[in-house]
């Protein structure tokens, strides 16, 4: 580690210490050249793919959109910030595992729709209205049909 005071590049950590969340090192560390103590912080690097939106823009994978996104069609039913949370979490572990540099958004729209179609199925009626753009009653209609056909299966079962 360069020493930010004389710039020599030999130093011997002190003291490390895990933050509270466990998420950063803090180091101390001394110069050898001119005995200047100093601050490391060190963390994992997490990579994010980014996400192709349908009209070819790419932005950066945003997890605060898709827990807001889930949070709006959750609301007033019992869908718990925590389970939305989790779910999040797994989302961004299966998108860094997938090690793409980019993924299209239908592919994290599907997982959002298919979770809340496990979960709630106001929740996803809701979801799916915004994500699919219906154009019109009919396919609002159509996919309301799927998902009572849906119902039916199971209860058979």
Avoid at 58 to 67: A, D, G, L, Q, S
Wanted: charged share 40%.
């Amino acid at each position: 580690m360069k020493c930010p005071f004389c710039g020599h590049v030999e130093d011997k950590v002190i003291d490390s210490r895990v933050s509270k969340d466990n998420l950063v090192i803090r180091r101390r560390r001394e110069c050898f050249r001119c005995q200047s103590r100093f601050t490391t912080y060190e963390r994992v690097e997490e990579f994010m793919p980014l996400v192709v939106k349908k009209d070819g823009r790419r932005e950066p994978f945003n997890r605060t959109k898709v827990v807001e996104g889930l949070k709006k069609a959750c609301e007033k039913r019992p869908i718990s910030i925590n389970l939305i949370e989790e779910f999040v979490d797994g989302l961004e572990k299966t998108l860094q595992e997938m090690g793409e540099k980019e993924i299209p958004g239908s592919v994290i729209g599907e997982k959002v729709m298919a979770k809340l179609r496990e979960w709630d199925e106001v929740a996803y009626v809701r979801f799916a209205s915004v994500y699919k753009q219906f154009k019109d009653l009919d396919e609002f209609m159509i996919e309301l049909k799927g998902l009572l056909a849906n119902r039916k299966e199971k209860e058979e079962k």
